[in-house]
């Protein structure tokens, strides 16, 4: 039995973040402090992340998220036996800020050094909220990944499709702009749809009459504006109810799609006859309760148990980076001073 304390450092998109996770070998993990430091406002003037301006601000802002973190633990460098950083996929800059700040204390203080993929530290959270065992079945829905995955061990996963164009939440972000809605797209959308009608559109439902368990989104996005444009010229504008009712089509298309390309990654995941059955969603997307509700039916229909981290830990945070580099520190995987960062990085 062995108590490891890990310090993360996240700086992939657009937060800054540190986090203390600690756990002792067989229990569940215990979060110390997890600080976020966000930069929507450095970005909303551009109407996307502009990765110089992210890069800058993760480096001036990684060390002050540091101090927070151990500050808030009630702890110091000494009390740490890693130092855990997400070395890829994201934007370089950003990674290369996060890789060089956990370089630099690894150096100063002899710490070791573990390199942590982005997706993998999604991928692990319902293992540091919810003790999860291997295997389960992962599906990672935000508005920059979209993909199923079957987590069997720290650093062993199975792909088994993805969005091939946009992720869920970069659609809901583009129909929000579409329709002059406010910005995160997803709780906009969503709430207009409530007062719409999912049946007066027909939004297409993309990849279904193909097997397997890719989705794409880009053709929802084109449709709406066909749709839209054909409204405004008959009309000469939207009225509150069309723009309900194209929501409510639009939030019900991706429902359909993801529902039924989850039960074609559940009875995949059936194959490797886990002893009990999970999912476990994450991604900002999995706020979505269209979404949510449907992908529970689709469970109880398949006796799957669903699990969603807390928000919190859905979207990027650094205790997920933290609770990745301590379980590869557990398995005995260090870094050197030449661990490099990497834009690209698949599982
Ligand atoms: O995981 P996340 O915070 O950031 C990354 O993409 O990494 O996800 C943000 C995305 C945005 O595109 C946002 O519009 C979407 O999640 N989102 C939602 C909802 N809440 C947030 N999409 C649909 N319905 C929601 N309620
Ligand atoms: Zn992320």
Sequence with gaps: VQTLTVLGLESSCDDTAAAIVRQTTGAKAEILSSVVH???????????????IAARAHAE???VCVLQALDTAG???KDVDAVAVTA????????????????????ATGLPLVGVNHL????????????IAFPYLMLLVS?????FLIAYGPEHFTRLGGTIDDAPGEAFDKTARLLGLPQPGGPSVEAEARAGDPKRFRFPRPLLDRPGCDLSFSGLKTALMRMRDQIVNEKGGLKRQDRADLCAGFQQAIVDTLAEKTRRAIDLYLETSPSEPV???A???AANSAIRSELESVCAEKDTRFTAPPLALCTDNAAMIAYAGLERFRTGARDGLDLTARPRWPL
């Design 143 to 147: 508005g920059g990944h979209c993909q």
């Design 279 to 281: 999912i476990a969603v």
């Design 75 to 77: 702890l110091s460098l």
């Design 283 to 285: 991604g900002g997307v």
């Design 120 to 131: 993998a530290g999604h991928a692990l959270t319902p293992r540091l909220t919810d003790n």
């Design 38 to 52: 966000g930069q929507t406002e450095l970005h909303s003037p551009f109407g996307g992340v502009v990765p110089e």
């Design 61 to 63: 802002k990684l060390d």
């Design 88 to 107: 890829g996929p994201g934007l370089i800059g950003g990674v290369m800020s996060g890789v060089m700040c956990a370089k630099g204390i690894s150096a």
